[in-house]
């Protein structure tokens, strides 16, 4: 008997650490060249000829907060932002064809990544856009979060 409980116990140990590992590869997976070069050309499109800079990037993995989601792509776990600041911030925020394109190409090029954020940095203003079927890249709603648990293809709004 107490050889099982030795066992079992060894196996949950083992796969909370895989756990906890894979969700940690995933988060810091590497960038291929391509997709590198895709993260780099998008802070450049950003910051060309406009007051406006990209002052944070951050990578996460949202994989655990969608699983259940049918509209998730679970091939691609990670998320990928932009925090911008500077006088024209808002007008590229609302240059929805602009961001569209530009997501488009990290989520082309970046084969881990399905959602893209860029947002004013230091405030809750953002604008999230999301790989969907048929390859397509959509800007997310903006829903309430305290009225309705955020989908695949919906982000909190206050």
């Known amino acids: 008997m107490q050889v099982n409980q030795i066992i079992a116990t060894g196996l949950i140990i083992t796969n909370i650490m895989l756990l906890f590992s894979s969700s940690a590869q995933a ?16 802070k450049k499109q950003i910051q060309n000829n406009r007051k406006v800079k990209v002052v944070h990037t951050s990578q996460e993995n949202i994989s655990q907060h969608y699983k259940h989601d049918k ?16 006088p024209a911030t808002l007008s ?47 800007a997310f709603e903006c829903v309430d979060p305290l009225t309705i648990k955020t989908v695949w293809g919906q982000t909190g709004c206050i």
Do not use: W
């Open 92 to 138: 590229v925020l609302y240059s929805d064809k602009f961001l569209t394109r530009i997501a488009k190409d990290i989520i082309d090029n970046c084969s881990s990544i399905s959602m893209v954020t860029f947002g004013e940095y230091g405030t809750d203003h953002i604008a999230t856009y999301g790989l969907f079927k048929n390859s397509k890249v959509v």
């Open 71 to 86: 509209n998730y792509p679970k091939n691609r776990p990670l998320s990928y932002g932009f925090g911008l600041r500077g």
């Open 27 to 42: 988060q810091n997976r590497k960038p291929s060249v391509e997709c590198n070069a895709a993260l780099q050309r998008t």
